[in-house]
């Protein structure tokens, strides 16, 4: 570490305004579009580069100017969703914090305050804690993680793949999402195995409820493998690097749009659909194999289970413009709006005890549904292959 790096000089940048918020923008990979930023610290030390975050968060840990250094930069933040609210709604913002800001409640308290006082909403702000910090602090940082979560603040497992997460001990934490390590991304174009890490982790996320996220995403080949495998949201150089706050309010102002491969989308739509009756026989399947004892986890539907909040509407919806020109694209709305509703019928009935009968009618008629929206979307797929130079 350098030499001018001390606590002193921390302490004196806490106190004169030197420390600064960059946002890196993150897309959603379900369509391309913009869904917030992760906030990263910088230190703007006299006439040299700023510095990083790695560099002296340590040193505030040491020094025990972490709680003072979270509270300003939490406060920075919170100003900041107020400016990017008003250029366009439904951004987010993440922070990072360390397991002694969760210890200490510094955190879910200010929240709790903030959302109290009307000063962002539980949408507006989201909480990245690492992997290696969740896992050897989990009794420490437990308590105010459910608190945060029943405030409806989402929290984000950070460089996952890098901390020795049982998946036992993972589900016992109340994360929304995996955000995989930049290291394992950038990892997955040199071998079978690596690529495999990443496939595993996104389907190990959807498997625990939770959408992933991928981190140093740097190459078209990056983000379109990450669109094809299922990952919800991308950051990273290749979509943007971490800007001062005005540059991001320009930057949301351009209504940037990162569409990617669709033929990718389309197979995860397909991959979704499957998904979503599978979950129907798994809970049918649960019923069958012991009446007295159903597995009420696996009977209580998801919230795939409606179209407006499952993956396959958000592609739906958020397609359009790129797909309007498809005949078998402008097909699928009606049906997919029955097959979901078709779907919520059945869990309904299956709670309530319907024989099996009435139970075969109802998902017959579903697969016919399933059936025909299968072959739009094969049909979609297919002329979308035919036409990749356009439509990439
Ligand atoms: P992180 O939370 O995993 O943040 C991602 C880091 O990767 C950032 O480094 C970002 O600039 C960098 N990055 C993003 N996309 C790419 C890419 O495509 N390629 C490459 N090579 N790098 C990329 P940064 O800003 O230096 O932050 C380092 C770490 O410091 C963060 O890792 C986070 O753990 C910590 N940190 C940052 N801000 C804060 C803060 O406000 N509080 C606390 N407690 N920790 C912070
Ligand atoms: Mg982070
Ligand atoms: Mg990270």
Known sequence: MSSDLTEKALEHAIANDELELYYQPKVSLLHGRLVGAEALVRWNHGDRKAIAPDLFIPLAERAGLLQDLTILLLDKAVRACGKINAAKAGLAVSM????????????????AQYLEQGAITANDLQIEVTESAAMGNFERIRDDLVQLSAMGIKTLMDDFGTGHSSIDRLSQLPFNSLKLDQGVVRRMGTSQQNLNVVKSSISMAREL?????????ESAGAYNFLIANGCEEAQGFFIARPMALDTYLAFVAEEPYLAGSPVGRVHQAIYNLMYFRKCLLDATFCRKVDENDLLPSVMEPDSDHSMEHSRFGAWLANSREQLEGYQSYRELERPVRQLFEQGEVYMEQLHANADDARLNELITSFDKQFGYIIQLLHELERALLLNTKQHF
């Open 209 to 217: 409820r939770m959408t992933s996220v991928a981190e140093g995403v």
């Open 96 to 111: 990072n914090v360390a397991p002694d800001d969760l210890e200490s409640h510094t955190i879910s308290k200010l929240i």
